[in-house]
């Protein structure tokens, strides 16, 4: 049964930052492509960043490039999402995903519950 588990949202201030953490299991993590969505209430899930499976290639979101920074660990199973200058539009719920390839698609295999993640002016 695959897991990908979520945490390290909160609240913080704008201009703060947060790293966020998806630990997975149920599958060989080396074998996926990571990425990182996010949906704020009323919108629909977007892409936010995406890592391959090696980590050597990534993918960002134009709002968020410059600032977010995706990164695994495959020894750990893990894969993070470091955010920095955090502006109030960044407020979301932040989803990991697991898929076969690296893609800014939504159509993962897996996903997690989500983790909140609120900024405040």
């Known amino acids: 049964q695959v897991q990908l588990v979520e945490s390290g949202g909160g609240l913080v201030q704008a201009g703060g930052s947060l790293r966020l953490s998806c630990a997975a299991s149920?599958?060989?993590?080396?074998?996926?492509?990571m990425g990182w969505f996010r949906q704020a209430p009323g919108k629909e899930r977007e892409f936010v960043a995406a890592i391959s499976r090696s980590g050597v290639s990534t993918y960002y979101a134009d709002s968020v490039k410059g600032r977010f920074t995706i990164s695994r660990d495959n020894a750990k199973n893990t894969v993070y999402l470091q955010m920095n200058s955090l502006k109030p539009e960044d407020t979301a719920v932040y989803y990991c995903?697991?898929?076969?390839?690296?893609?800014?698609?939504?159509?993962?295999?897996?996903w997690g519950q989500g983790t909140q993640v609120t900024v405040s002016s």
């Open positions: 995903g697991a898929n076969p390839g690296i893609s800014r698609a939504r159509t993962y295999d897996y």
């Open positions: 149920g599958l060989t993590f080396s074998t996926y492509a």
